[in-house]
């Protein structure tokens, strides 16, 4: 789970939720009063959920949903006739609220994030002409010398890749210096 912020205008209102929060188990938590602290601090964190109220003595959840970064989301408590001026893209919760609704939220927020975050860690970067030079040398070599298909000898570099824990451009570089001998 990433990091929870809880932001409320009133102190002891941010200290009863995130008090509600430790009470079951979830133990990392940041209290802010102001909207400029929020945002100030989100940029110094990977990932996580703002749990807030709609304004702040200095600003609107608006303007903080507005500066979140890729990684974080809002989860907003608002009262029902607050709904309207709410931002969209955010969680809204209503209060008064069930402990149970507010942990349900951050468990379906914080799998988003983690999901989101692993699509984007997992996505392949782009290779440089120099290091795509040496998987297509070694895919050459490999078609040359054992008589593979590119498809073939593309799985091969892949497959020994995965099998020895490096990246395709090293394995090729393997196969280059062990074939030049």
């Given at each position: 789970?990433?990091?929870?912020?809880?932001?409320?205008?009133?102190?002891?209102?941010?200290?009863?939720?995130?008090?509600?929060?430790?009470?079951?188990?979830?133990?990392?938590i940041d209290i802010y009063t102001t909207g400029a602290s929020v945002l100030s601090r989100?940029?110094?964190?990977?990932?996580?959920?703002?749990?807030?109220?709609?304004?702040?003595?200095?600003?609107?959840?608006?303007?903080?949903?507005?500066?979140?970064?890729?990684?974080?989301?809002?989860?907003?408590?608002?009262?029902?006739?607050?709904?309207?001026?709410?931002?969209?893209?955010?969680?809204?919760?209503?209060?008064?609220?069930?402990?149970?609704?507010?942990?349900?939220?951050?468990?379906?927020?914080?799998?988003?994030?983690?999901?989101?975050?692993?699509?984007?860690?997992?996505?392949?970067?782009?290779?440089?002409?120099?290091?795509?030079?040496?998987?297509?040398?070694?895919?050459?070599?490999?078609?040359?010398?054992?008589?593979?298909?590119?498809?073939?000898?593309?799985?091969?570099?892949?497959?020994?890749?995965?099998?020895?824990?490096?990246?395709?451009?090293?394995?090729?570089?393997?196969?280059?210096?062990?074939?030049?001998?």
């Open positions: 789970m990433g990091s929870i912020i809880v932001a409320m205008p009133r102190l002891e209102d941010a200290e009863k939720i995130s008090k509600m929060l430790k009470s079951r188990g979830i133990e990392k989100v940029h110094e964190l990977d990932s996580g959920i703002i749990i807030c109220a709609r304004s702040f003595k200095d600003m609107y959840c608006k303007e903080i949903a507005e500066n979140l970064p890729e990684y974080f989301e809002m989860l907003l408590l608002t009262s029902k006739d607050a709904l309207e001026h709410c931002p969209e893209n955010v969680t809204i919760i209503e209060i008064p609220f069930r402990i149970s609704e507010l942990l349900q939220s951050i468990e379906h927020i914080s799998m988003d994030l983690e999901q989101r975050l692993r699509r984007n860690r997992s996505k392949s970067k782009k290779r440089s002409r120099e290091e795509q030079a040496y998987i297509d040398q070694a895919k050459k070599l490999l078609m040359k010398k054992n008589q593979m298909t590119e498809q073939e000898a593309f799985r091969y570099i892949q497959k020994s890749s995965m099998d020895s824990c490096t990246n395709m451009v090293e394995t090729a570089q393997m196969i280059l210096l062990l074939q030049a001998d």
